[in-house]
């Protein structure tokens, strides 16, 4: 990133940490907040990305507002030679919202976790049990149920 970020690209990165406005040119308002035009602050959006200081950009889902209220983390024992192609089958599952492997340890076998959301424990567990049947995961997984949901945010680069 050579040259770094001029006050106006920082002004961009502080407006895109903010909340997007759900409105019909969310653009034009966090544009607003830079200080500069709409089609200047998507052509900067752009810059910032093509030049790494952008990796992504997503929404965070508040699971609870919408009806999800069982979330649990569930950790599987996969055999290493089956890992990705057993982690892309979960990954593509409509629960998961992350899917990844680690290392084991002592009396710790689990190597890939999953975070399934559901709208009842009933409704997780039934979906964890058609992983299993659908990757032949014969061992029981651990599971971690979400006792508290805790305020998600962001890193904040730029604020006053």
């Known amino acids: 990133m050579a040259g770094g970020l001029d006050e106006i690209d920082k002004r961009v990165v502080k407006a895109l940490q903010s909340d997007f406005p759900i409105t019909a040119e969310p653009y034009r308002e ?9 089609d200047e602050f998507i052509e900067r959006t752009k810059k910032l990305k093509n030049m790494g200081a952008i990796r992504k950009m ?7 507002k919408v009806g999800y209220t069982a979330n649990v983390l569930c950790a599987f024992c ?9 982690a892309k089958n979960i990954s593509a599952r409509k629960e998961v919202t992350h899917c ?7 009396d710790w ?3 890939l976790y999953a975070m399934i959301h559901g709208k009842s424990r009933e ?3 039934n979906a ?3 992983i299993r049947r659908e990757n032949g995961i014969t061992e029981k997984p651990a599971l971690l ?3 508290k949901e805790w305020k998600k945010t962001s890193m904040k680069y730029y604020s006053e």
């Open 100 to 106: 990844y492997d680690r290392n084991t340890a002592k």
């Open 145 to 147: 149920y979400s006792v």
């Open 128 to 130: 964890i049990e058609d």
């Open 78 to 86: 996969v055999e290493e030679d089956r890992l990705d192609t057993v």
């Open 109 to 111: 076998n689990y190597n």
């Open 123 to 125: 409704e997780c567990e």
């Open 58 to 64: 997503g929404a965070v889902l508040k699971h609870p």
């Open 30 to 38: 966090l544009a607003e907040q830079a200080g500069i035009t709409a």
